[in-house]
C-alpha cells in the first residue's frame, strides 16, 4: 500500500495532479502524519515522479460499512445494540474484540461484520483478559485460523501471534518518546516482551548496545524474530530469564522497567544496573490516583538509598487508566 508524504500547503495540487494521472487510491484516506509539522500522506496506486514513496502503516480505508451497528442494527433488539462493541485493536490483518458476554450469542456475526468492515483483515479473536507475569493473554479465535501477524508502528515491525502474546497499543506516545532517546548510550530494558522499546529504540535512536531481558520463552521467541526482522541485531542482545537474575550492575546510561503490577519488586536490580557515573531509569508503575506520583517516587528514592545511590526526580507522566482508580504512570529519574 503506497503513499506519499507531502506538505500540507502543496497537498491539494499534489492530489489533483495525482488524480490527472490516475494514480490515487480511491480505497484509502488522506492522513495526517505530523501534526506539528503538517504532512499528509496521500495514498497513491503507483510511484509519483518528484516524491520518495513509502509503504504506509495502519491505511485507513473509506467503506461503505461504517459501524457495527449499522450492519448489524435491523436484525437485533434494542438492547442487544446497546452492547455491542464499540471498539478493537488490529494488529497486522487480526482483529482483537472485547465481547460482552450477554451478546456472546452474537459472537460469529460481530466477526462477521467486523471483516465486512476491514476487508484487508482475515482472521477474528475475541478478547478474554491478559493474566499473570508472562502477560498471558486468553483469546478465542472466532472468524480465521491465521493468529500469527506482523504489525507495523512508528516504522518498526512487530511479529506475534495474538494467542501466545500481548501488545499493547495504548502507551504509544511513551513508545514513540523512548524512540527518541539513548542515541550512543547502553541499554538495559529489563522486561522486554516482544521488543515494545528496544526494537524502536535501536531502529530510531541506534545505542551502542540494548540488554533486552524477558522472562515468557513465547515472548522471548518474538523479541528475536523482531530483532532480526528490524535488522537490530548488532544492537539489541536479547537474553530470556527473569531480570532479577540477568540484569548486570554498573553499565546502563539507561534503564527501561516497561511492566506493571510488581515492577518495584525489581527497582534495586534496576539502579544498581545504572553506571557510577549515572544514568536515566525509567520506572512504571500501576498507582492509585490518590498516590500519584508521591508512590512511585518514594519507591525510587527508598530503593536508591538501599543502593547507596542518588536520584533526581525529572519527570513524571500519566500512561494510561490501568482499572478504575488506578493508572499506569512512569517516572523518569536521574540516578548517580
Ligand atoms: C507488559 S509486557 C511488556 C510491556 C511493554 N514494555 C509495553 O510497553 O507494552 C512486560 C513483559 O515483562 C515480562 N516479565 C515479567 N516479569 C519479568 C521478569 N522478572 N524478568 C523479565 N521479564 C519479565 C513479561 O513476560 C512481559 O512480556
Not at 153 to 169: A, I
Request: with cysteine.
Amino acid at each position: 500500500m503506497k503513499v506519499i508524504r507531502v506538505p500540507v500547503k502543496e497537498a491539494e495540487t499534489v492530489r489533483l495532479s495525482i488524480i490527472e494521472d490516475g494514480k490515487l487510491d480511491p480505497e484509502r484516506k488522506i492522513k495526517v502524519i505530523d501534526a506539528e509539522e503538517r504532512f499528509l500522506e496521500i495514498p497513491v496506486t503507483d510511484d509519483i515522479k518528484g516524491f520518495e514513496t513509502y509503504q504506509q502503516e495502519n491505511a485507513l480505508f473509506y467503506n461503505k460499512w461504517r459501524s457495527l451497528k449499522e450492519i448489524l442494527g435491523g436484525n437485533i433488539t434494542e438492547t442487544e445494540l446497546s452492547m455491542l462493541p464499540s471498539g478493537w485493536q488490529i494488529l497486522g490483518n487480526i482483529i482483537i474484540v472485547t465481547i460482552d458476554p450477554s451478546v456472546d450469542h452474537l459472537k460469529e456475526r460481530i466477526a462477521k461484520s467486523l471483516i465486512k468492515m476491514y476487508p484487508s483483515c482475515n482472521t477474528v479473536v475475541r478478547d478474554l483478559g491478559i493474566s499473570g507475569q508472562f502477560r498471558l493473554p486468553e483469546r478465542e479465535i472466532l472468524i480465521g485460523d491465521n493468529t500469527e501477524t506482523i504489525n507495523k508502528e512508528n516504522g518498526c515491525l512487530f511479529k506475534l501471534d495474538v494467542t501466545k502474546v500481548m501488545f499493547s497499543k495504548g502507551n504509544l506516545y511513551e513508545k514513540k518518546l523512548m524512540s527518541t532517546v539513548g542515541s550512543d548510550e547502553i541499554i538495559v530494558d529489563m522486561f522486554a516482551g516482544i521488543g515494545y522499546f528496544s526494537i524502536p529504540i535501536a531502529v530510531h535512536a541506534k545505542p551502542r548496545k540494548i540488554l533486552a531481558i524477558e522472562i515468557n520463552p513465547e515472548s522471548f521467541f518474538y523479541l528475536r524474530e523482531n530483532v532480526s526482522l528490524n535488522h537490530a541485531e548488532s544492537i539489541v542482545e536479547a537474553r530470556n530469564g527473569d531480570c532479577a537474575n540477568f540484569t548486570p550492575e554498573n553499565i546502563a546510561d539507561r534503564v527501561i522497567m516497561g511492566y506493571v503490577g510488581t515492577t518495584h519488586h525489581y527497582l534495586e536490580y534496576g539502579i544498581r544496573a545504572i553506571k557510577k557515573e549515572g544514568g536515566m531509569l525509567h520506572y512504571h508503575e500501576t498507582t492509585p490516583e490518590s498516590l500519584i506520583f508521591s508512590r512511585p517516587i518514594e519507591r525510587i528514592e527508598h530503593a536508591a538509598s538501599k543502593a547507596g545511590r542518588n536520584v533526581e526526580i525529572l519527570d513524571c507522566r500519566k500512561i494510561k487508566k490501568y482499572s478504575p482508580g488506578i493508572w499506569h504512570v512512569v517516572v523518569d529519574a536521574r540516578i548517580s
